[in-house]
């Protein structure tokens, strides 16, 4: 009996974050109210206040569905294999792809309205660095790439990607970046890390 009603709550919680989805991505935070859910779900709103004490608890909800499915396309790639450096262009190619639709619409608003305790709470459980510490731990083990500083590596990377979406949100880019200008950030990305490798830390200074 308590099982049933755990998935009855389930159930419930996931049928208003379905609802919740397309309007945050459609409307953007701020144009979206709690009413307007509760109406897309049929629902009235203590029923949404059961499941999350605010807008702001809704809306990260909201966020960690796009964060995981962010990282299990991730992960789909790395399971491709492959040379490192092939599975970040594909990676790379991915996330502009996801900045340029639902994600990136999602962060934007992240951003601009939640509390940075919040976001980085989010990022750091749903965000996919772990597969890119991954895959550029692989990189090292096979000889693709020097000893480096794994964390370091990812973190160049996240900045290569990110900075180009940025660029595009203020008009330094005109045409929204894709595959070639992937290959382009990974190719400089790891030519750098080969000719210029970065001492692995310590053992416990992380």
Sequence with gaps: MMETSRNCESESRNRILQAAYPLFVEHGYNAVSMQQVADAVSVNKATLYHHFRNKDAMFLAVVQV????THENVAAIVREGGPAQEQM?????MMFQSHQSDLGRLMTDLYENLPAEARLSMMKESAPWDLYDQVFTSAVQSGELPALDVPMATNMFIGLVHGQAWARKV???????????????????FAGLRGSPLIAPPPGSA
Aim: hydrophobic share 45%; charged share 30%; no cysteine.
């Design 66 to 69: 796009a964060l995981r499915r």
């Design 89 to 93: 262009v594909r990676v790379a190619t």
């Design 171 to 189: 008009g330094r880019i005109a045409a929204p970046p894709g595959e070639t200008e992937a290959r382009t950030l990974i190719d400089v990305l």
